[in-house]
């Protein structure tokens, strides 16, 4: 037995490190409690989680079940299997008429391992990287993470939510900096860029040296006008995609990026240490994944549908007010005629109304507490109901106005 001293300092080997306290992901939160509410036999409709309730493409499902059934799942090369990395190539000429070497492209564990490789192979401890907000939490929560310091920058309706060159420049006026991270459509807005809004910041950034990385995770999600890739724009920058999104592929784990040639190596090395390969079988899946566009794109018009059905059915439940809905599947409400605080807000519906959402304050910390984001990514018949729900909960309820 170990005496009190000892027990002390074995207690202190068990202390967490502090780049690991980051904040939670909220989202992760709103959707635990859902399932609790669930599990006691209430019906939640979810609407917190960016997960489309479509799957993935047949043609996906078929190839993952004959390579099971071949019988032999394997490492791969850590930059990916060349097949699909030359077929995400072809998907850049055919999509937006921009040619990419395939040995550009880096197959990745979903976006979120590309925004780990990205961040470790372009800045050092302490190094900052400008980020909009709103925006997706863990790309501060990983600079964070990582010893970078993520620089957070407002954005308005005056630019339609887009950070502007104007905006990275005073940011880098006041303290150097050496990256910035742009989505486009955005996470939680749902707001895009125009090719002249993302061609002006790329320009500023080019020009003040500050390396440029863009989240075209929801491309293929766009209604107001199409997407424009980065990898078009400028060759230096590095590009993350998934196919989680349009391709209906979250559970899955697998993405790409597009990087300087320069990067690659250092990436492939870093890729060989943390996960050696992504999953064989996810990337046989996601090559073929590619055939199955024209069902996907049966999945986009629903989801284009339920936009108009919030966009519609909001207003008259009461939530006038939101961001433009030009891509994803989000729509970003201003709460603030009900409430000054959004997560109680959030949490409010959820236990009254059964309708799940998350609260702005996880995308925002500065006013964050005057927003929902609501994910349309389920059946146009959830987005009725959530509709009626809301109405009736915000006529009728017992919402207690913070």
């Known amino acids: ?75 791969t090369s850590a930059l990916g299997i060349a097949s699909l990395r030359e077929r995400i190539a072809r998907h850049y000429r055919e999509v937006y008429g921009c040619v990419v070497d395939p040995g550009r492209i880096v197959v990745t564990t979903g976006s979120s391992g590309a925004f780990i490789l990205a961040f470790l192979a372009m800045f050092e401890p302490g190094d900052r990287v400008a980020v909009t907000v709103p925006g997706y939490p863990p790309y501060r929560h990983i600079l964070t993470a990582l010893g970078c310091e ?43 860029m125009s090719r002249e809004a993302l ?44 196919f989680s999104k349009y391709f209906c ?18 990436i492939e090395r870093l890729q060989q240490n943390l996960s050696i390969s992504v999953p064989m079988l996810s990337q046989v899946a996601a090559e073929a994944a590619f055939e199955g566009r024209a069902e996907m794109e049966e999945v986009k018009r629903g989801y284009e549908e339920n936009r108009r059905i919030l966009a519609g059915g909001l207003p008259q439940a009461g939530l006038k007010q939101f961001l433009p809905v030009d891509g994803a599947f989000y729509l970003y409400a201003d709460v603030s005629e009900f409430t000054s605080d959004s997560l109680d807000f ?23 507490h005057r927003y929902v984001r609501f994910s349309y990514a389920r059946s146009a018949d959830d987005m009725h109901e959530a509709v009626a729900r809301i109405t009736r909960w915000l006529a009728h309820g017992t919402l207690i106005r913070g």
Request: aromatic residues 4%.
């Open 1 to 75: 037995m170990l005496d009190a001293t000892s027990r002390n300092e074995a207690k202190s080997l068990l202390t967490a490190s502090g780049r690991s306290e980051v904040p939670p992901f909220m989202v992760m939160d709103v959707m635990a409690a859902a399932g609790r509410i669930e599990a006691a036999g209430g019906h939640v409709i979810h609407m917190e989680v960016g997960q489309p309730a479509a799957s993935a493409p047949r043609t996906a499902i078929e190839a993952a079940r004959a390579a099971l059934q071949q019988g032999r799942i394997d490492y």
């Open 150 to 192: 993520p620089v957070l920058i407002e954005t308005s309706s005056e630019t339609r939510h887009a950070l502007t060159g104007e905006a990275l420049l005073s940011a880098h006026r006041r303290t150097p900096l050496k990256g910035v991270l742009v989505a486009s459509p955005a996470n939680p807005t749902g707001t895009m």
């Open 199 to 242: 061609t002006s910041l790329m320009a500023a950034a080019e020009r003040e040296g500050i390396r440029f990385i863009s989240d075209e995770i929801y491309h293929g999600l766009d209604y107001a006008f199409p997407a424009v890739t980065a990898a078009e724009l400028l060759p230096d920058a590095v590009v993350i995609n998934s």
């Open 249 to 266: 592929m979250t559970g899955w784990r697998v993405g790409w990026m597009v990087v300087p040639a320069p990067l690659v190596r250092p």
């Open 346 to 368: 959030a949490r409010q519906m959820l236990q009254q109304a059964h309708v799940a959402a998350t609260p702005g304050m996880d995308f925002d910390p500065v006013h964050g």
